[in-house]
């Protein structure tokens, strides 16, 4: 005896695969939603160290750095150190690979030639003039620019040129002219990067306050 089976159509059957797979993406995209808006609740609701405490581990970590005072150039094994601290007093840092990243390596030319004998005492002659780490680092990039910052680390008075280049007019305009150059733009103006506790600082409490907005708004 022979029994007939009706054929298959080939159109119903592709329909119905292509329902039960709508409805099984639109179940994995609402597991999604619901975890991730979960994690974010759960992140959202964890405590963090008020930021007058974070300013003091940032200071204290950098502190028991050998020969270093405030105001020396860090680099980023330094910066990495203290993010690690502030993680363990809980706050795990958003975006921590580029704040690392925006900090010299260690074996830079900037901090290499700054840690010398002679580079330390330079250095304790402008750190304190504003923007000498980011005039350096510019001219660092431009032709016979390294050998130029040599010659001031060596020299008994180059620490005056970075003076005299962030602190009057007449440096103002030197840091202009070097802005014609091609490797030479934007001179006069920050660079972004972090070369100070008070910049990493400064970058970390951007950081926080911007944390602190989303928390409010429960994002």
Known sequence: MYYCVPPVQPRRAVRTWMGMTLWLLMGVVLLLITCGTAAGAVRWNQPRPEFAAIDGIVRRQLATETDYSPGDIITRSQVQAVLESVQSAGWKVPGVDGIVKDALEDQAFLPRNLRT?????????????????DRLDRLSAMPHGRQDILAMIKGPDGWKLIDYMTKSEGGENLGKQLSNAPTGRHFNKPTGRIYTEDDLIRRLKEVYIRETEARAKGR
Not at 123 to 131: E, L, S, T, V, Y
């Open 117 to 133: 004998e002679a580079g330390l005492k330079f250095m304790q002659h402008i750190k304190r003039d504003p923007g000498a780490y």
